[in-house]
């Protein structure tokens, strides 16, 4: 290989047979499916270090140009949660009955959502994504950030896989429009407000709505 100004490392991991590449591609599949969002929470407390793996594993996933442009701010303070919800229900309040089309709400429809968010106040934590748009340099100047969408969305599959492997539950709420998460939470101007997940344990009589996935057939096609 050309010599590079850079270090770089062996990439050392076990071999796996193809055996255990079945088994385990399938464990994990069976695993995953068993993920639900989950609407209903419970208020029992989560400890913060469990909080703490599933964010630094979402920050595993990959960037552009290794950016991590991504800032993970955790609630769980009560007054901040009430201001989260209490704002966020008056967006959605506003979405559900005005600007949402019927189209949508009869989309919505099967997921039983409305304006109301109890879980906001109810989930010991809130995580709030953020993107970064571009870096702020310590002298104040923006540094560019690569393809923030696609390595924020990656991050946030990460995050929910992590908070499903916890033995925990989440939903994506994104309320509309988020700005107000920007001032409640005093980010900087680069940042921009991107997934909200209340983090918990159900709620002992959670219910979730009866959805099938699509098969294989529907959402992939081989080129072998
Ligand atoms: N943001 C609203 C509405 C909503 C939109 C979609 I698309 C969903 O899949 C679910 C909800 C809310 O969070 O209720």
Known sequence: MEETRYPFIPYKREFVDANQLVQRSKELYQFMDTRRSVREFADTPVPREV?????????????????QPWTFCVVSNKE????????????EFESY???MS???????????T??????????PWIIIVFKKSYGLLPDGTKKKYYYVNESVGLASGFLISAIHNAGLVTLTHTPSPMNFLSELLNRPENEKPFLLLPIGYPAT????????????????????
């Open 51 to 67: 909080i703490e793996n599933i964010v630094k594993t979402a920050s595993t996933a990959p960037s552009g140009a290794h950016m």
């Open 80 to 91: 901040l949660k009430s201001k989260i919800r209490e704002a966020a229900e008056k967006e």
């Open 97 to 99: 009955h005005k600007r």
């Open 102 to 112: 019927e189209e949508w709400l009869e989309d919505l429809a099967p997921l039983g």
């Open 114 to 123: 409305d304006w109301n968010k109890p879980f906001l106040d109810i989930a």
């Open 205 to 224: 009589d959670a219910m979730v709505p009866d959805l099938e996935r699509k098969s294989l057939d529907e959402v992939c096609v081989f080129y072998e």
